[in-house]
């Protein structure tokens, strides 16, 4: 889940689509693109990434598709994203402990 959501991230156009959902709660295709410099085929094609991502989700309405946010596959994703940055700070506090300790040793 974690790759295919980081690749979905990857696009800035995506990453766009998902801000103006989170804003607007849920918009169309048709909506969406009149707020980027793509066209609606391109929007449609970038919502199918999201979707295939678990990031938004669709639901016809009539003759319309209204898309939406879907946060768990993005909460997973931070989720995983702070485990990674948690292992990081604690590497790198212990090599400041050691260079510091180092430091002590060489005066």
Do not use: C, F
Request: overall charge positive.
């Amino acid at each position: 889940m974690v790759d295919s959501v980081l690749g979905a991230l990857a696009d800035p156009t995506r990453r766009r689509l998902l801000d103006l959902l989170a804003a607007r709660g849920e918009a169309t295709a048709t909506s969406l693109a009149g707020q980027l410099p793509v066209s609606r085929q391109a929007v449609v094609k970038h919502l199918t990434v999201l979707d295939g991502a678990g990031l938004v989700s669709g639901s016809r309405i009539g003759r319309e598709v209204r898309y939406s946010v879907r946060p768990a596959a993005l909460n997973a994703t931070a989720q995983w994203m702070a485990g990674l940055a948690a292992d990081w700070d604690r590497r790198l506090a212990r090599i400041k402990r050691v260079a510091e300790a180092a430091e002590r040793d060489a005066h």
